[in-house]
């Protein structure tokens, strides 16, 4: 496939805003449930979250990306990922399908079940207006166990998306992409990111 931007995409300002660091907390808290040892991160991005999880003791972690002025580990096309079958513990695969034709789709996820011996972690784009707010108080979390309470209501909708998607999670594929992803995996954890109505992240197990 074809490179859709260039790096210096991934650090403008309005590329590094606080939903991103939100989805960002996301992808760490899914990718530590796991407790993965062997990870293949695809999609490189500005680098944060495969940054960190390398300074995690005792996780080995190879990055994979078509952009070689990325620096990833592996440089090479998402439709042919070259690695052995239940070759990593954990495939972490955030924004990265949509820009792929969705006829991809399938058979990418197909390769994905042969490589990991478990787990992936997905996040894609949703089109969906909705409500959010966001309550912290004094005691919260002797109270609640938690430290902020999110109350929210979203409805998917059939808005037109970034040029640089092929396709989203809208009301009119949703269906679809739920059967493909449940074809090949068991979803044991999707969420709405918080602040970030935009995206789905998904904790899925190799049937």
Known sequence: MELQVDKNHYFQERYADLRRFI???YQIDFIRKT????ILFVGVGDGLVPDYLKKIPGIEL???DIDQELNPDIVGDVINLPFKDNEFDCVVICQVL???PFDYFSKI??????ITRKWVVLSLPVRQVGFECILRFPFIRKILKRSFLRIAQNILTKFPYSSHHHWVVDRKS????NKEIENH?????KENIMLGIN?????LNKK
């Not at 996820?109 to 042969?114: T, V």
């Not at 995206?199 to 904790?203: G, P």
């Open 23 to 25: 989805s960002y907390y």
């Open 35 to 38: 407790e993965a040892k062997k």
């Open 62 to 64: 190879i990055t994979f």
């Open 98 to 100: 949509e820009h792929i």
């Open 109 to 114: 996820l197909s390769r994905i079940h042969q």
């Open 174 to 177: 949703v269906n679809r992409i």
């Open 185 to 189: 995996f068991q979803v044991m954890r």
């Open 199 to 203: 995206q789905y992240i998904y904790m």
